[in-house]
C-alpha cells in the first residue's frame, strides 16, 4: 500500500497527504497498536494535518476501518485463492505455488492477517468476516487437492492441514533461517501430498526465494 509522500491540494487550496498516506499509518497503526489505536485525531498529529484532511477522503472512522478491511481481504486472501488455482502440472508444485504466500510477504502479511483476528476479538462483524476468508481460502486450497485426483474428504483435509499449519506457525512466531525452511520443503510436500516432488520443483521454488529475496 506504500507509496511516495506526495501531496494533494484541498477544494480550498490547503496542502493535504495523501489518501494513501492516511490509509498507510491506519494500516500500520493497525497492525502495532491494534483497532483501537486507529484513531482521527492521533492520526491526523502524527501525519501533522487536522482533521478536515482526513474527512476531504472518508467518511468516517468506520469507512477508513472498512477500507482496511477491504484491503486486508484483497491481499491475504486474493493471493492464496490465485496461486492456489495456478495451473501445475503436479500436486506437489501447486503446492509449492502456494508455498509463494508463505515466503513472500508482497502476496501474504501475516502480521496483517493476526491484527486483524485480534480485531476479530472485539467484533461479531469482523469475526465473521475472518471466518468467510478463512472457509474460501481452505475451498481453494480443498479444490487445488481434488484436481489431482483425491477424493473429497482426503482433498478437505489436507487443505485444512496445508492451512492450519501455516496459520499455527505464525502464531508460535517460530524463527528459523530460510536455509533451514528450504531444506525441510521435500518433506512438507511429502507430508502435504503423500508424494515426491518431482526433479527441479524444489530447486526452482528456491530461486524463486532468491529472486524475490525472501
Excluded at 477491504?70 to 501445475?88: C, G, L, S, V
Excluded at 501475516?110 to 480485531?119: N, Y
Amino acid at each position: 500500500m506504500r507509496k511516495s509522500e506526495a501531496q494533494r491540494a484541498g477544494p480550498a487550496g490547503n496542502i493535504k497527504v495523501t489518501r494513501e498516506d492516511w490509509l498507510d499509518l491506519a494500516l500500520e497503526t493497525l497492525i502495532s497498536d491494534g483497532v483501537e489505536g486507529v484513531r482521527i485525531l492521533a492520526l491526523g498529529h502524527k501525519l501533522g494535518v487536522s482533521r478536515s484532511s482526513f474527512y476531504w477522503y472518508f467518511e468516517s472512522r468506520q469507512d477508513l476501518l472498512d477500507q482496511l478491511l477491504e484491503y486486508w481481504r484483497d491481499k491475504n486472501t486474493r493471493f492464496i485463492i490465485e496461486r492456489a488455482k495456478r495451473p501445475a502440472h503436479s500436486v506437489t508444485q501447486a503446492v509449492l505455488n502456494v508455498f509463494e504466500c508463505w515466503v513472500d510477504e508482497n502476496l501474504y502479511s501475516p502480521r496483517l492477517d493476526f491484527a486483524i483476528r485480534a480485531w476479530a476479538r472485539s467484533s461479531s462483524a469482523v469475526r465473521k468476516i475472518i471466518d468467510g476468508a478463512d472457509n474460501e481460502r481452505i475451498a481453494a486450497l480443498r479444490d487445488m487437492f481434488a484436481r489431482y485426483g483425491y477424493s473429497e474428504e482426503d482433498a478437505f483435509v489436507r487443505a485444512r492441514v496445508l492451512y492450519f499449519m501455516q496459520i499455527g506457525y505464525y502464531s508460535l512466531e517460530i524463527v528459523e533461517p530460510m536455509a533451514s525452511r528450504l531444506s525441510l520443503v521435500p518433506a512438507y510436500l511429502r507430508g502435504f501430498t503423500g508424494r515426491e516432488p518431482l526433479e527441479g520443483e524444489v530447486e526452482a521454488f528456491a530461486r524463486y526465494l532468491e529472486a524475490t529475496g525472501s
